[in-house]
């Protein structure tokens, strides 16, 4: 299970990490990565995938194969390849993480946001309409990333690198309340007008 636990963004700082150029892509049937090094490096490199691999993942087997490919000038996260019939397990939602309930508080563009998430949670199963996961086989295709989330996503250091529902105040899905009087979008009075509503 390695699509939509932060798996491509893991890859990519790993990567980073030793030096080498290549890709990593999201296929119907897994994650494929391509990098150019010696063999022992990439030996180490394997073994630094299993063990440390983002938490919600599984990785059933990893399989290497020599190719004599190169190019490569940066790493980069390649378009997704639809490869066979045969296709990966779909991570469930997330709980909202320790990080993000920080930025409840904190990130002024995150006060109070409900569908704040990163790559570490958030919404996997419940918005993706199909395989590979990537935000237009999502419900999210139709909210458009602001230039702070765009940044975040674009990011390798950020949480948010390549993190699929990224949103915010400004760009993403929001709550609104609406009864006979009156007509309610902040998520507080929302909560308290609801809450008092059920009591
Ligand atoms: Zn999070
Ligand atoms: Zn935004």
């Known amino acids: 299970m390695v699509q939509g636990v932060g798996f491509r963004p893991f890859i990519c700082r790993l990567a980073a990490k030793y030096g080498f150029v290549g890709e990593v892509d999201n296929r119907t049937d897994g994650v494929s990565v391509i990098v150019q090094g010696d063999l022992k490096t990439i030996d180490r490199f394997s073994n630094d995938i299993l063990q440390n691999a983002p938490p919600a993942s599984q990785i059933k087997s990893i399989e290497i194969k020599l190719t004599y490919f190169t190019g490569y000038d940066s790493f980069m996260i390649a378009g997704s390849k639809t490869i066979d019939k045969q296709v990966t ?70 949480r948010r690198f390549h993190a699929q529902p990224i949103a915010c105040n400004s760009c993403g899905p929001v709550y609104s309340y609406k009864d006979s009087v009156k007509s309610l979008s902040s998520i507080k009075q929302i909560l308290e007008e609801v809450s008092r509503r059920i009591a």
């Open 89 to 158: 397990e779909i991570s469930p939602d997330i709980a909202v993480c320790q990080e993000c309930l920080g930025d409840l508080e904190n990130d002024p563009e995150r006060i109070d946001y409900p569908f704040i998430n990163c790559t570490n949670c958030g919404p996997r199963f419940t918005i993706i309409e199909g395989l590979p996961y990537d935000r237009p086989k999502t419900a999210m295709k139709s909210f458009r990333m602001c230039g702070k989330c765009n940044t975040e996503y674009n990011d390798i250091l950020n």
